[in-house]
């Protein structure tokens, strides 16, 4: 299964400090290297995902800190600001996170795809994935449990059978419906260019 393409060069110089809780932090989205720690140890965090048809709440995965991490700091520095959600696939998955997607029309953009780097997670266990869970993309030739700044929520059947490659970012604990409604808006594998494209207004980061 390939979830991403490969992330593309950037135009960062220099490695980028933790972003300001409070989201003052101006955006950025492409790095030389992964983040330093940003995140406090034995914290739950949840992400808030404001969307054009609503928001969704992902509740953080505690056990995979450096992937949360890296989330958390993309957020902060308002990554995901106005990114589409460019593959939906009902009963598969809603995925985003994309700086150049793919479309139909244009299928080969040029341009990086994502941060700059990749973070390891934990792969998680057989059987994990559930409607709801949130994983994160990755190219098919990527060490399982890669991570860059693409995510995908499972929707449906296929998804949650897939082989556990993909490392757990959280689960959707609020606004399934809305997630739902994305789903709704998808089209068919394996590109799921999705007939209604759905933007991502925002990303914030709350502890609890």
Known sequence: YVFTRQTGPTHATAAAPCPAPNGTAPRRTAFTQPPPTCTAAHTAYSAKVATDVGTFTIGLARGNPEVVNSFVYLARYHYYRDLTFDRVIPGFVVQGGDLHPPTRANPSPTGPQGPGYTVRGT?????????????????GSAPAGTAGAQFFV??????????????????????????????????????????????????TISPG
Do not use: F
Not at 124 to 139: H, L
Not at 162 to 172: E, F, K
């Open 123 to 139: 792969v998680p266990k057989a059987g994990t994935y559930q409607v709801g869970t949130v994983a994160m993309a990755k190219t």
């Open 154 to 203: 499972i929707v449906g059947p296929q998804g949650t059978s897939l082989p556990p490659d993909y490392t757990v970012l959280g689960h959707v604990t609020s606004g399934m419906k809305v997630v739902n409604r994305i789903a709704a808006d998808g089209g068919p594998q394996p590109h799921g260019y999705p007939k209604v494209v759905h933007k991502m207004r925002s990303v």
